[in-house]
Protein backbone atom coordinates (compact mmCIF):
# COMPACT_ATOMS: atom_id res chain seq x y z
CA UNK A 1 0.00 0.00 0.00
CA UNK A 2 1.24 3.84 -1.14
CA UNK A 3 1.04 6.28 1.72
CA UNK A 4 2.20 9.72 2.24
CA UNK A 5 2.96 10.43 5.87
CA UNK A 6 3.19 13.98 7.24
CA UNK A 7 4.36 14.95 10.19
CA UNK A 8 5.63 17.78 11.86
CA UNK A 9 2.72 20.22 12.23
CA UNK A 10 1.82 21.81 15.25
CA UNK A 11 1.27 25.26 17.23
CA UNK A 12 3.79 28.33 16.77
CA UNK A 13 3.56 31.80 17.49
CA UNK A 14 4.03 34.17 14.75
CA UNK A 15 7.76 34.93 13.99
CA UNK A 16 8.68 30.80 14.92
CA UNK A 17 9.60 28.26 12.79
CA UNK A 18 7.90 24.13 11.79
CA UNK A 19 9.68 21.58 9.61
CA UNK A 20 7.26 19.27 8.20
CA UNK A 21 8.15 16.12 7.03
CA UNK A 22 6.59 13.95 4.66
CA UNK A 23 7.43 10.08 4.41
CA UNK A 24 6.73 7.61 1.52
CA UNK A 25 6.15 3.94 1.85
CA UNK A 26 5.10 1.59 -0.22
CA UNK A 27 7.17 2.53 -3.26
CA UNK A 28 9.98 4.81 -4.55
CA UNK A 29 9.05 8.27 -5.56
CA UNK A 30 12.66 9.04 -6.71
CA UNK A 31 11.56 9.91 -10.31
CA UNK A 32 8.51 11.98 -9.46
CA UNK A 33 8.74 15.74 -8.59
CA UNK A 34 7.13 16.04 -4.98
CA UNK A 35 4.77 19.13 -3.87
CA UNK A 36 3.29 20.45 -0.81
CA UNK A 37 -0.39 21.51 -0.60
CA UNK A 38 -2.25 23.86 1.90
CA UNK A 39 -6.13 24.37 2.77
CA UNK A 40 -7.45 27.02 5.37
CA UNK A 41 -10.82 26.63 6.58
CA UNK A 42 -13.17 28.13 3.89
CA UNK A 43 -10.52 27.79 1.23
CA UNK A 44 -9.55 25.96 -1.90
CA UNK A 45 -6.28 23.97 -1.79
CA UNK A 46 -3.18 26.07 -2.41
CA UNK A 47 0.14 25.21 -4.26
CA UNK A 48 2.81 26.26 -1.67
CA UNK A 49 6.18 24.54 -3.01
CA UNK A 50 7.42 21.61 -5.17
CA UNK A 51 10.89 20.09 -6.12
CA UNK A 52 11.98 18.57 -8.72
CA UNK A 53 12.31 14.72 -9.36
CA UNK A 54 16.22 14.66 -8.62
CA UNK A 55 15.88 17.49 -6.54
CA UNK A 56 18.32 20.32 -7.82
CA UNK A 57 15.09 22.54 -8.92
CA UNK A 58 11.97 23.89 -6.96
CA UNK A 59 9.35 26.02 -6.87
CA UNK A 60 7.41 28.38 -4.58
CA UNK A 61 4.39 30.22 -4.37
CA UNK A 62 4.56 34.07 -4.47
CA UNK A 63 2.89 33.78 -0.80
CA UNK A 64 6.23 31.84 0.73
CA UNK A 65 9.29 32.35 -1.59
CA UNK A 66 11.46 33.18 0.95
CA UNK A 67 10.80 31.84 4.16
CA UNK A 68 9.78 28.43 3.13
CA UNK A 69 12.24 25.69 1.80
CA UNK A 70 11.33 22.66 0.00
CA UNK A 71 14.14 19.79 0.23
CA UNK A 72 14.21 16.18 -0.08
CA UNK A 73 16.08 13.27 0.81
CA UNK A 74 15.51 10.48 -1.60
CA UNK A 75 17.91 7.77 0.30
CA UNK A 76 15.07 8.41 2.69
CA UNK A 77 11.98 9.12 0.42
CA UNK A 78 10.73 11.93 2.48
CA UNK A 79 10.35 15.28 1.38
CA UNK A 80 10.65 17.97 4.17
CA UNK A 81 9.34 22.20 4.30
CA UNK A 82 11.29 23.83 6.11
CA UNK A 83 8.67 27.15 7.40
CA UNK A 84 10.64 30.53 9.22
CA UNK A 85 9.28 33.77 9.86
CA UNK A 86 5.53 32.03 10.10
CA UNK A 87 2.45 34.32 10.18
CA UNK A 88 -1.08 33.97 10.70
CA UNK A 89 -2.41 33.57 7.35
CA UNK A 90 0.08 30.74 6.65
CA UNK A 91 -2.69 28.81 9.35
CA UNK A 92 -3.54 25.48 7.20
CA UNK A 93 -3.62 21.61 6.61
CA UNK A 94 -0.19 20.70 4.69
CA UNK A 95 -0.83 18.53 2.73
CA UNK A 96 2.36 16.57 0.67
CA UNK A 97 1.62 15.15 -2.80
CA UNK A 98 3.33 12.95 -5.66
CA UNK A 99 3.28 14.15 -9.03
CA UNK A 100 1.75 11.86 -11.78
CA UNK A 101 4.36 12.49 -14.18
CA UNK A 102 7.65 10.66 -13.98
CA UNK A 103 10.87 12.92 -14.47
CA UNK A 104 8.55 15.90 -15.54
CA UNK A 105 9.72 19.06 -14.52
CA UNK A 106 8.74 22.20 -14.08
CA UNK A 107 5.93 20.28 -12.08
CA UNK A 108 2.34 22.05 -12.39
CA UNK A 109 0.58 23.92 -9.48
CA UNK A 110 -2.42 21.95 -10.02
CA UNK A 111 -3.24 20.20 -7.54
CA UNK A 112 -5.23 17.21 -9.84
CA UNK A 113 -1.72 16.85 -11.73
CA UNK A 114 -0.49 15.18 -8.32
CA UNK A 115 -2.22 11.76 -7.69
CA UNK A 116 -0.67 10.50 -4.29
CA UNK A 117 -1.67 12.91 -1.16
CA UNK A 118 -1.01 12.30 2.58
CA UNK A 119 -3.86 12.48 5.24
CA UNK A 120 -1.94 16.23 6.00
CA UNK A 121 -0.93 18.10 9.30
CA UNK A 122 -1.83 21.00 11.31
CA UNK A 123 0.20 23.65 10.78
CA UNK A 124 -1.75 27.02 13.45
CA UNK A 125 0.21 29.85 13.84
CA UNK A 126 -1.34 32.11 16.57
CA UNK A 127 -0.72 36.06 16.93
Known amino acids: QVQLVESGGGLVQAGGSLRLSCAAS????????MGWFRQAPGKEREFVAA????????YYADSVKGPFTISRDKAKNTVYLQMNSLKPEDTAVYYC????????????????????WGQGTQVTVSS
Open 97 to 116: AAHKGVRVWPATTVAADYNY
Open 26 to 33: GRTFSNNA
Open 51 to 58: ISWSGGST
